[in-house]
């Protein structure tokens, strides 16, 4: 039962290079989000997916492209990194539609740009 | 707009003490409100949430929070602390028409032996 899962667990970036965080859920949930938590504040939503073929931004979008390739998967991509996106970032996924379902996380991805 | 404040950033407690947690919410509604908690290099795992009707809700690992619609408070509490509830715990409402879910910037807690 593996839930949420975040590929890679660790990557260490140049300033510049671009690269694609992986997110999937066996759960078929309809919504899924990203986050990046940062010290002393918190996780802030990067961008979120209410069902499949829709995307939306969220609080800290710049920088950050995604897709929704299926209901299950949902991608991350820095075009080009900046050490301002060093963080961990965190997948969620729930049933979505309202009736307040909570959200289901990945354990992270750490990500340290130099 | 909507807000998510933990005043507590770090708190120490003994082990076998109580324990309270608090969060505010500023919303425009009464919101879902849940408590998570996050361990060292884990993802965030939920304790217990808030849909309506009783006030007091019980959750996982002995936890409890308490939801006063007067002072807009969720406030997480656990008479007996123990040294495995060292984490950091995050307070979380989102929209009942919609799942898209706010944070608090979280509360660390330290179990002194």
């Known amino acids: 039962n593996a839930g949420v899962t975040q590929t890679p667990k660790f990557q260490v970036l140049k300033t510049g290079q671009s690269m694609t965080l992986q997110c999937a859920q066996d759960?078929?949930?309809?919504?899924m989000y990203w986050y990046r938590q940062d010290p002393g504040m918190g996780l802030r939503l990067i961008y979120y997916s209410a069902s499949e073929g829709t995307t939306d931004k969220g609080e800290v979008p710049n920088g950050y492209n995604v897709s929704r390739l299926n209901k299950r998967e949902f991608s991350l991509r820095l075009e080009s990194a900046a050490p301002s996106q060093t963080s961990v970032y965190f997948c969620?996924?729930?049933?979505?539609?309202?009736?307040?379902?909570?959200?289901?996380f990945g354990d992270g991805t750490r990500l340290s740009i130099l | 707009a909507q807000s998510v404040t933990q005043p507590d950033i770090h708190i120490t407690v003994s082990e076998g003490a109580s324990l309270e947690l608090r969060c505010n919410y500023s919303y425009g509604a009464t919101p879902y409100l849940f408590w998570y908690v996050q361990s060292p290099g884990q993802g965030l795992q939920l304790l217990l949430k808030y849909f309506s009707g009783d006030t007091l809700v019980q959750g996982i690992k002995g936890f409890e929070a308490e939801f006063k619609r007067s002072q807009s408070s969720f406030n997480l509490r656990k008479p007996s602390v123990h040294w495995s509830d060292a984490a950091e715990y995050f307070c979380?409402?989102?929209?009942?028409?919609?799942?898209?879910?706010?944070f608090g910037s979280g509360t660390k807690l330290n179990v002194k032996p």
């Open positions: 979380a409402v989102g929209p009942r028409d919609f799942n898209k879910f706010y």
């Open positions: 969620a996924s729930c049933g979505g539609g309202g009736g307040g379902q909570p959200q289901h």
């Open positions: 759960m078929n949930h309809n919504s």
